[in-house]
């Protein structure tokens, strides 16, 4: 029998005063990929960032478990460790740090061993290769300079790399062109393990054409209000968001 890997309960969230998250319940079983979409402003981004541990946000009420346990207490980097990931919708550019360090350093944080530097450079080729990056990236300060695109594909490229538990994409897919977003969502599904579990929240569903989805989650003000199978999502490019709260 599958395992809840996350369990979210009446979830409710604001920022400097504001309500974001209004009662938001979730539950993803090990394996299971779970989609979000909704309309801008609708908490979607919110979600995947208090699940993160964002300190911005706070929880008002509510309750929220990663493999039985309550982590809403715990820091940012403390759940990475525990296999939580997050590919930011705008990542961060970091001066001084060198793509390969940082992985590096996150792999041996995750496993708490020593990174063994031969296989790992090995498998970073490999793993560039087939996200076709310039392998002299992993020599440049992590998404300095990089472009939109290459910076999402640094992204994926530390998913790959770190084989977390849960893995969040936060519009991953967004800014990319046709053949950047068929790229990465190849090397999603190939490098995915049985079990891990997915969310991913988007608006360009082509990032989702390699991968079985197993629940769609409308999200709006604050609250899932529907939630179905893969057919939800045409539902929502034939007919938009506002049909799914009627």
């Avoid at 809840?4 to 400097?16: A, G, P, R, Y």
């Avoid at 569903?205 to 991968?211: C, M, P, R, S, V």
């Amino acid at each position: 029998m599958q395992k809840n890997i996350l369990e979210i309960k009446d979830l409710q969230v604001e920022i400097e005063g504001k309500n974001i998250l209004r009662g938001l319940d979730l539950s993803i079983k090990e394996g299971e990929i779970h989609v979000i979409m909704g309309p801008n402003g609708a908490g979607k981004s919110t979600l995947a960032n208090v699940i993160m541990g964002d300190p911005r946000y706070e929880i008002t009420e509510g309750s929220l478990f990663y493999q039985g346990e309550d982590i809403k207490d715990d820091r940012t980097d403390e759940r990475a460790r525990k296999g939580i990931f997050l590919s930011f919708q705008a990542p961060e550019e970091i001066q001084g740090v060198s793509l390969e360090n940082f992985i590096k350093a996150a792999k041996g944080a995750v496993s708490k061993e020593p990174v063994k530097l031969f296989p790992f450079k090995e498998e970073l080729k490999e793993k560039m290769e087939s996200l076709k990056m310039d392998p002299s990236y992993a020599k440049r300060y992590l998404n300095v300079g990089f472009s939109g695109g290459e910076k999402k594909k640094s992204e994926i490229l530390q998913m790959m790399m770190l084989q977390p538990k849960l893995i969040m994409l936060d519009e991953t897919d967004s800014g990319l062109d046709v053949d950047a977003v068929k790229l990465i969502s190849e090397n999603i599904a190939r490098s995915r393990q049985e079990h891990q579990s997915m969310l991913i929240i988007t608006h360009v569903t082509k990032i989702l054409q390699k991968l079985d989805v197993d629940y769609v989650h409308v999200l709006s003000e604050g609250k899932i209000i529907r939630t179905g199978d893969a057919s939800i999502i045409e539902e929502i490019s034939n007919d938009g968001f506002m049909a799914m709260s009627r």
